[in-house]
């Protein structure tokens, strides 16, 4: 919880440091058992050690989690290349694909659009407060078109696993 001197403070997933440390540890043990076999096998020079130095680096850009952060009337997710923000007192569209990998896409009228996991914000109730908020304020004003029913069943969903997890840490379920 964010105490009252941190109230204006933007909301952040609570995961991501953990997958941040997860991808790192992945690229150093690859990079790591690559160049401690290709030295083990004698065929280890320079411009090989850095190929896999190179390769390293790419894995941890590929396994690297966004980073996905909220405040009052905005939402951004931080990938490694750049960064997205929609103002979520401003959206549009909000669609969800489902399939291997499901996500929303979120557009807002000023062009603005992002894609997020949804368990993010199941993950994290303070970044889904503040899209709510956001999404109400976009509904009231009418920008809100499309994807209001999805955002519904999302917060179902949301507020089911939450009474779950109570109920489990209660010790009653």
Same mark, same amino acid.
């Given at each position: 919880?964010?105490r009252? *001197?941190?109230?204006?403070?933007?909301?952040?997933?609570r995961?991501?440091? %953990?997958?941040?440390?997860?991808?790192?540890?992945?690229?150093?043990?690859?990079?790591?058992?690559?160049?401690?076999?290709?030295?083990?096998?004698?065929?280890?020079?320079?411009?090989?050690?850095?190929?896999?130095?190179?390769?390293?680096?790419?894995?941890?850009t590929?396994?690297?989690?966004?980073r996905?952060?909220? +405040?009052?009337?905005?939402?951004?997710?931080? %990938?490694?290349?750049?960064?997205? @923000?929609?103002?979520?007192?401003?959206?549009?569209?909000?669609?969800?694909?489902?399939?291997?990998? *499901?996500?929303?896409?979120?557009?807002?009228?000023?062009?603005?659009?992002?894609?997020?996991?949804?368990?993010?914000?199941?993950?994290?109730?303070?970044?889904?407060?503040?899209?709510?908020? +956001?999404?109400?304020?976009?509904t009231?004003?009418?920008t809100?078109?499309? %994807?209001?029913? @999805?955002?519904?069943?999302?917060?179902?969903?949301?507020?089911?696993?939450?009474?779950?997890?109570?109920?489990?840490a *209660?010790?009653? *379920?």
């Amino acid at each position: 919880m964010r105490r009252s *001197s941190d109230r204006w403070a933007p909301a952040g997933d609570r995961h991501w440091r %953990g997958g941040a440390r997860l991808a790192a540890s992945c690229a150093v043990l690859f990079g790591a058992l690559s160049l401690l076999v290709d030295w083990d096998a004698g065929s280890l020079s320079p411009l090989r050690a850095l190929l896999w130095i190179g390769m390293s680096a790419a894995l941890f850009t590929v396994l690297l989690p966004p980073r996905v952060t909220a +405040g009052p009337a905005w939402l951004a997710v931080w %990938g490694p290349w750049r960064r997205r @923000i929609v103002h979520t007192d401003a959206l549009t569209t909000v669609r969800q694909y489902d399939g291997v990998s *499901s996500h929303l896409v979120l557009r807002d009228v000023h062009g603005h659009r992002l894609e997020l996991d949804p368990r993010v914000l199941a993950a994290n109730p303070l970044i889904w407060h503040e899209l709510d908020t +956001g999404v109400r304020r976009s509904t009231e004003r009418g920008t809100l078109r499309h %994807g209001t029913e @999805i955002l519904e069943r999302l917060g179902h969903h949301i507020d089911d696993e939450t009474t779950r997890a109570v109920l489990r840490a *209660s010790g009653l *379920s």
